[in-house]
């Protein structure tokens, strides 16, 4: 069963820099896009950052300029390098990969466990 794994959440002072990574791992035939989300308690899930296959990127207008989300095919791992943090980035963030298992058959969206991150003032 495929699956992705996070690590890297922690607590931080605002200022400070964490680096989340996200590995899938199981019957993989091709990872296509990956994304990252975060949700604070009480609020909506919120799109963070997203890269294509090819390396295209997008970021919310929020954290533009101070996270950088990265791919590395080999391990097939995303990170999320996260500068600059401030109160209003605590969350428990969630990768979110587009997995092919079977050719010709689609996408599978899978979830990482989520990850918490938290900002303090």
């Known amino acids: 069963q495929v699956q992705l794994v996070e690590s890297g959440g922690g607590l931080v002072q605002a200022g400070g820099s964490l680096r989340l990574s996200c590995t899938a791992s199981?019957?993989?035939?091709?990872?296509?896009?990956m994304r990252w989300y975060r949700q604070a308690p009480g609020n909506q899930r919120e799109l963070v950052a997203g890269?294509?296959?090819?390396?295209?990127?997008n970021y919310a207008d929020s954290v533009e300029g101070r996270f950088t989300v990265s791919r590395d095919n080999a391990e097939n791992t995303v990170y999320l390098q996260m500068n600059s943090l401030q109160p209003e980035d605590t969350a428990v963030y969630y990768c979110?990969?587009?997995?092919?298992?079977?050719?010709?058959?689609?996408?599978?969206?899978?979830w990482g466990q989520g990850s918490l991150v938290t900002v303090s003032s």
């Open positions: 979110c990969a587009d997995i092919v298992v079977v050719p010709g058959t689609g996408y599978l969206e899978v």
């Open positions: 199981g019957r993989i035939f091709s990872l296509n896009a």
């Open positions: 890269i294509a296959s090819g390396g295209r990127t």
